[in-house]
């Protein structure tokens, strides 16, 4: 069983800055499997974040993500990040970590087995 946290949600400012951090546990190598986040709005589909591959490299964002987020991980903690800076309301969602049986990073949900509870994150104008 792997279960995987979230924390770090809240609210904060337009311009402002959070960071979440998702732990997991359980039985996998937590290095061999790529890690993402996605966030889902009312009334909208879940929606792809950002991604990184299981060894920490090539890191792989949505548009709307690029230049403001940072995905990052530390596979001796089991523990994927992500820094939000810039923050604007439409950033408004609850933030999911997921994990992947693939090594490398993907943005698409059905290649992620594993799924957070999820964390809200609010941004106020």
């Known amino acids: 069983q792997v279960q995987l946290v979230e924390s770090g949600g809240g609210l904060v400012l337009a311009g402002g800055s959070l960071g979440l951090s998702c732990v997991s546990s359980?039985?996998?190598?937590?290095?061999?499997?790529?890690m993402g986040w996605f966030r889902q709005s009312p009334g909208k589909e879940r929606e792809f974040v950002a991604s990184?591959?299981?060894?920490?490299?090539?890191?792989y964002y949505a548009g709307t993500a690029k230049g403001r987020f940072t995905i990052s991980r530390d596979n001796a903690k089991n523990t994927v990040y992500l820094q939000m800076n810039s923050l604007k309301p439409e950033d408004t969602a609850v933030y999911y970590c997921?994990?992947?049986?693939?090594?490398?990073?993907?943005?698409?949900?059905?290649?992620?087995?594993?799924w957070g509870q999820g964390t809200q994150v609010t941004v106020s104008s």
């Open positions: 997921a994990g992947s049986l693939l090594p490398i990073a993907n943005p698409s949900p059905r290649e992620y087995n594993y």
């Open positions: 990184i591959s299981g060894a920490g490299g090539a890191p």
């Open positions: 359980g039985r996998i190598t937590f290095s061999r499997h790529a």
